[in-house]
């Protein structure tokens, strides 16, 4: 049974400094990994859809890594901004056609 | 295009009451999830819709829980009766997969609140 975990659970920083959030995964046999944002209240918004072929994503500011043999994957936020402040989900897929295993997400918080 | 709507927003009910939830998903997405969110943690699946067909329902619980897609096309998530417990987010889904095209887009979600 897949299981994601996300470290750190809560991370505080200040306005301007690029952060690294961490997505394990336990079984490497996946087909696709997706990276979340959540608002307060709202629901899912999609950022990176990374391939089980590929190695990184990058969208703006965002940069996702996947590392597949090892089961981890990162999202680098280059010069946060108090905009970025929300939780990060990621949640990978086993097969075409299977449904996503979310981890429980990082809630972050960029300080002006 | 029009994103993955769900209503209501917010439902405030009395445990052992009923309740539905209502999701239209992308249109042209043959595929459509409901998953639960509790305070704190990431979302669960609740059950997986491949055009009218459940494709997974393995942590639905059915003494409860019910949906339907019957035409392929929206879908409707029933609790009965309800138990506080199962105060949470509901959250709707879509994805095409077509052409191997499988990135998920999530409806607003639906706030339950059993008091």
């Known amino acids: 049974k897949q299981e994601v975990t996300q470290i750190p659970a809560a991370l505080s920083v200040p306005e301007g400094e690029n952060l690294v959030l961490n997505c394990s995964f336990t079984d490497s046999a996946i087909y696709n990994l997706q990276w979340f944002r959540q608002d307060p209240g709202k629901g899912l918004t999609s950022l990176l859809l990374?391939?089980?072929?590929?190695r990184e994503q990058t969208s703006g500011r965002l940069n996702a890594s996947l590392d597949k043999s090892s089961g981890r994957s990162t999202l680098y936020i280059a010069a946060s901004q108090p905009g970025d402040s929300a939780t990060y989900l990621c949640a990978v897929r086993g097969n075409y056609g299977q449904n996503f295993v979310f981890g429980p997400g990082t809630r972050l918080s960029v300080l002006p | 295009e029009a994103g993955v709507a769900q209503s209501p927003r917010y439902k405030i009910i009395e445990k052992r009451q009923s309740v539905a939830f209502w999701c239209n998903p992308i249109s042209g997405h043959a595929t459509l999830y409901w998953y639960q969110q509790i305070l704190g943690q990431g979302p669960k699946l609740l059950i997986q819709?491949?055009?009218?067909?459940?494709?997974?329902d393995s942590q639905l619980p059915k003494d409860r829980f019910s949906a339907e897609r019957l035409k392929g096309v929206d879908s409707t998530l029933k609790i009965q009766p309800a138990k506080l417990e199962d105060s949470a987010v509901y959250l709707c889904?879509?994805?095409?997969?077509?052409?191997?095209?499988?990135?998920?887009?999530f409806g607003q979600g639906t706030r339950l609140t059993v008091v």
């Open positions: 889904a879509s994805s095409s997969d077509r052409w191997g095209n499988t990135e998920a887009f």
């Open positions: 990374i391939q089980s072929s590929q």
């Open positions: 819709f491949q055009n009218n067909g459940v494709v997974d």
